[in-house]
């Protein structure tokens, strides 16, 4: 069964030369597209490019976007990575052997990793699918960016040399995550216009108790267009 390459994003990268080494690692282990959001001004130096030594092709055709929302658009599946305790309720694995499903029924998938210092926000995480960890050493969990990403890669590599039996049902039958952010944008308006969110400074708080709620399987179009018809019937 084929496995479908996930995309590689990475959100606010600080050096350059990270950038570089994760084109390199992508092309060791034959990933093609790389996304970058809100990068240093003048990623795309000398540091970056001697970096990615023969992965030329991955840096030229970068694709750079302003907020992680517009870079997620077009995917169906987001695997968060992060090491950090995260107080949310979402899926979370370190089994890669979970990944592999994902691969074969999804089509777009992306695998989103933090900036080096602080890695992602819980805002970052709102449009993820799930929470990957990768497991080190307890004393030692901080991983260099283009590392983890090389484990990612070369798990993905290996995957995709195996062969597999499972049926492909529904594979491109998932929202991705414009459709989803449409509706979440008309529900929180009008959730807005009826008060809802009190007192104002839980607001983001209760918009990723939201996300989770609706997040917590993959939902399919059609799953997508009752909930738009639900929620449209409520507010006439």
Do not use: C
Request: net charge positive.
């Amino acid at each position: 069964m084929i496995i479908n390459k996930p995309s590689i994003v990475l959100v606010r990268p600080q050096l350059p030369e990270n950038i570089g080494m994760v084109a390199r690692v992508m092309n060791n282990f034959s990933l093609k597209e790389l996304i970058i959001v809100n990068p240093r001004e003048n990623w795309l130096n000398n540091k970056s490019i001697n970096s990615a030594k023969k992965a030329d092709k991955i840096i030229s055709k970068v694709k750079v976007y302003s907020s992680l929302s517009d870079a997620l658009k077009k995917f169906t599946y987001v695997i968060a990575t992060t090491n950090r305790k995260r107080f949310l309720n979402k899926k979370v694995t370190n089994n890669f052997k979970n990944i592999s499903n994902i691969l074969i029924n999804y089509k777009k998938v992306a695998f989103v990793f933090g900036p080096e210092s602080s890695g992602l926000s819980n805002e970052d995480l709102r449009l993820a699918d799930l929470i990957f960890s990768i497991n080190t050493n307890n004393n030692s969990n901080s991983l260099n960016l283009s590392h983890a990403v090389a484990i990612i890669s070369y798990s993905v590599f290996e995957l995709s040399n195996l062969n597999k039996s499972k049926n492909k049902n529904e594979i491109n039958n998932h929202v991705n995550k414009e459709e989803l952010s449409k509706y979440f944008d008309f529900l929180f308006d009008n959730l807005s216009s009826k008060n809802f969110f009190v007192p104002k400074e839980k607001t983001n708080s209760m918009k990723n108790n939201i996300y989770n709620i609706y997040l917590k399987s993959s939902l399919t179009k059609k799953e997508l267009q009752t909930l738009w018809g639900i929620t449209k019937k409520l507010t006439k």
